[in-house]
């Protein structure tokens, strides 16, 4: 069974489009994560959750909006998207906060091209 | 923000040793890690070393940490051609965000 999955894997869409892309864990941990990364590779935190509170956001645009409808879900849902925005999206989860000894586990991935 | 480094490419002839060198400047990350990401997949945890450790072994891999260079290393012992992709390191900082800090990752390319 799937730990960490995503939905869709391939997204491609006009600029100005509005989509989002789910993210499902049923490892029944607590905390999940959305990570950019870029067409060099280079992984970037976007969000992190902790029991449906965000706990961290870093210099993401206000039009990326993450939305948790309980433990086991975090989309992110992206406005207005942006030639800048493609990339490979990644959702992970970790059991808790409890500081690096919880690893953390990543989905496939959404490959987001946007035109 | 944390600053993790690694060397972008790396090949090796089939049957030979890999090391892939990582260098991170928070010397409170109590955890490293190591991830692949295979071509078009995600990423894969392939191991992780408490920062008290100097050495971890696990069947052809052995991670090496050097704390004082804050060098961090990982060999691939007989590596195969299913070996070749992209591996990650990635720091967990004692201070400031929750999450990881990941490298700029290595490509390994295995030579049949």
């Known amino acids: 069974d799937t730990a960490v999955s995503q939905t869709p894997k391939y997204l491609v869409t006009q600029m100005g489009n509005d989509k989002s892309i789910k993210c499902e864990q049923n490892?029944?941990?607590?905390?999940m994560y959305w990570y950019k990364q870029d067409s060099k590779k280079f992984l970037k935190i976007m969000f992190s959750?902790?029991?449906?509170?965000?706990?961290i956001n870093e210099t993401v645009p206000n039009r990326f909006s993450p939305k948790s409808p309980d433990k086991a879900h975090l989309n992110l849902h992206i406005n207005s998207l942006e030639l800048g925005d493609s990339a490979v999206y990644f959702c992970a989860s970790s059991p808790g906060l409890a500081g690096g000894q919880e690893t953390q586990y990543f989905g496939p991935g959404t490959r987001l091209l946007v035109l | 923000g944390e600053d993790v480094e690694q060397s972008l490419f790396l090949s090796v002839r089939e049957g030979d040793s890999s090391v892939i060198n990582c260098t991170y400047t928070?010397?409170?990350?109590?955890?490293l890690y190591w991830y692949k990401q295979e071509p078009g997949a995600g990423l894969q945890l392939l191991t992780y070393i408490f920062s008290n450790m100097d050495m971890k072994q696990d069947q052809r891999l052995t991670v090496l940490l050097n704390k004082k260079d804050k060098h961090l290393s990982l060999r691939i012992a007989d590596t195969q051609t299913g070996d070749s992709a992209i591996y990650f390191c990635a720091e967990y900082p004692q201070t400031g965000a929750n999450n990881l800090f990941f490298g700029t990752g290595t490509r390994l390319t295995v030579i049949p």
């Open positions: 490892l029944g941990h607590d905390t």
């Open positions: 959750y902790n029991n449906k509170e965000l706990i």
């Open positions: 928070d010397s409170s990350s109590t955890y």
